[in-house]
Structures are given as C-alpha cells and as structure tokens.
C-alpha cells in the first residue's frame, strides 16, 4: 500500500512563473491538506480539501488555489512566484480526524 | 491568536534521556501531537494527546497538562538516528466540526556519541 506521494520531488522557477504541485493520498483517506515548510521552520497550513471542496484556509493569498480530484487526489497551484515562496510543500492526508495524518515527502520548490 | 513555543536546539549524548517541552496559547485546543522530521524529510507521527497525563510508546513518551498550557515529548535511551527535528502541533477548532493543526518552529535535536 503506497502512502502519500508528491511530485515533483523538487522544482526550480523564476520569479513571476506559475506552478502546479501534485499530490496523492494514502489509500482509504478523502482529505488533504497542503503546508509550507521554510528552511528552520513549523509547517505552516495552507488549505485543506474535502469532498472536492476547499474546508478550511490558512493565512495565504489569493496567489495559492487547489483542486481535488474525485479519486481523492489533490493539486497545489502558485501564481505570480515571489522568491519567498521558496520552502518545501508538504501534502499530507487523512480520513476525518488529524489522528490519522500522513505526510507525504514534499516538493522542495526554489524560486530564483 | 495562536502560539506554540520550543526550545530552537538541544543536544544530548547518546544513550542518556531528553525532555523536549512545548508550550502553547491557542484558540481552542482538541489535542497535542508530536511529529518526527529527518532533514529533508516528511514529518512522521509519534505521539498524540487530548487528555491530561503521560502517553508512553516504546523509547518514547508523552505528556500533557491542558491547564497549564504545556506538553513534553520524553526520548529514552537516546541513538545516533534520534538526531532530527521534533515538532509539536496542536490542533484547534476551525469553524463548525473541522479542526486544523498548527505547528511550533521545531525542536533540532544533536544526538553525541
């Protein structure tokens, strides 16, 4: 049984670009959640999707979307890059209850 | 608003004990959990806390005290592989009957020889 995967595994872009990180969750689990994690830092929460439906938003902007697919799969999209946009993007997943949490390895996204 | 504080670094000897503490200020509060963090790595599940006292697992353990607004994560028998980040998390109410987590800046932990 796969857990949460992630791809890219890591990515370089240049300042005002566009990106789409893409997550699977482990099987059995309907939510995911998005964090940024910046070098020496907590992960920060992003967003949280449920039923193909964003739940619940952190303190990001407008520049950060998402999407869930119906077989529970989960797209991360950031707009008009900024170089502090540069972290790692952690997806992580459950089903119901944060008890059950699994994260997946990141995205380690640099931006130049 | 919400706060979680730990201690940035701490460095112990292989084989003794160490006491890593998590402090928190939160809007709501519907358990602790403490996380795992190799460098460049996902973050992996240790321990969870919704009630007040000690939760033991292996080398590792556990406390809460809700009252006091404070948890400590205990590492037993120290190795080389315990070198890693520990992250404290607490979850919170988040309108209607969703929660979210919210993460401390972690714990860096030098295990020495």
């Known amino acids: 049984d796969a857990g949460v995967t992630q791809s890219p595994t890591h990515l370089i872009k240049t300042r005002g670009q566009q990106v789409t990180l893409r997550c699977s969750p482990k099987s059995g689990h309907d939510t995911v959640s998005w964090y940024q994690q910046a070098l020496g830092q907590g992960p920060q929460f992003i967003f949280q999707?449920?039923?193909?439906?964003?739940?619940q938003r952190g303190n990001f902007p407008d520049r950060f979307s998402g999407h869930q697919f119906p077989n529970y799969s989960s797209e991360l999209n950031v707009n008009a890059l900024l170089l502090g946009d540069s972290a790692l993007y952690l997806c992580?997943?459950?089903?119901?209850?944060?008890?059950?949490?699994?994260f997946g390895p990141g995205t380690r996204l640099t931006v130049t | 608003g919400q706060n979680i504080d730990q201690p940035t670094e701490m460095t112990a000897t292989e084989g003794a004990i160490v006491q890593i503490n998590c402090t928190y200020q939160t809007s709501g509060f519907n358990g602790l959990f403490w996380y795992q963090q190799h460098a460049g790595e996902a973050p992996t599940f240790l321990s969870y806390?919704?009630?007040?006292g000690l939760e033991e697992k292996g080398r590792f353990s556990s406390f809460l005290s809700r009252s006091k607004g404070y948890s400590y994560l205990l590492l037993k028998e120290l190795q080389m592989k315990d070198s890693a980040s520990y992250l404290c998390a607490v979850k919170v109410p988040w309108g209607g009957a969703t929660n979210k987590l919210i993460f401390g800046t972690g714990t860096l932990l030098a295990v020495q020889p």
């Open positions: 999707y449920y039923e193909e439906e964003e739940r």
């Open positions: 992580a997943s459950s089903s119901g209850d944060y008890y059950e949490q699994y």
């Open positions: 806390n919704v009630l007040d």
